[in-house]
């Protein structure tokens, strides 16, 4: 699958390879099978960090996924993040994900355009599905691709 489409997937079923708010913590161990950086919070949160994928959950003693996010905009600037999430996942995600190429996508996954909220927030346009709460940020403001996105490329997908 091409990251487009997994975009695409991700903002229409509203889950991150089954990850949903709500998720147990065990969940996400089979559902993202790399390395993390796990970081305790106060009140039972905690804070895992994947590389590409960021997960939060709170709750005792059970702890519950309450968000997360899709970190597109790490790519450029860590190659390796993107073949490791091919090789446990089978997305193959480039360094810069156009908003274009997930538009595209996006009837394949079952999902309309025009039932995004679309919103400016500074130098980023926001697309939300109301439905599933999963918005991605798209960089418009007129920077050029380096080692972050630029014009038209995902900053990041969020979950919750």
Known sequence: MTGPEFVAAFLA???????RPGSAVAEADLALPVDFIEEDGPGGMLRRDYGLVELYFS????????????????????????????????????PYTAW???????????????????????DYLE????????SVLVVDGEDERDDWPGHGDLWSV???
């Open 59 to 94: 709750g005792e003693p059970d702890r519950l996924l309450t968000g997360g996010s899709l970190e597109l905009h790490r790519l450029p600037g860590e190659p390796a993040l993107a073949a490791e999430w091919s090789s446990a996942t089978g997305v193959d995600f480039a």
């Open 13 to 19: 079923a509203g889950g991150l390879r089954g990850l």
């Open 127 to 134: 697309y939300r599905n109301p439905d599933t709460k999963v």
């Open 158 to 160: 969020s979950l919750g």
């Open 100 to 122: 274009s190429e997930v538009r595209g996508a996006l009837a394949a996954a079952g999902l309309a355009e025009a039932a995004l909220e679309r919103t400016t927030q500074g």
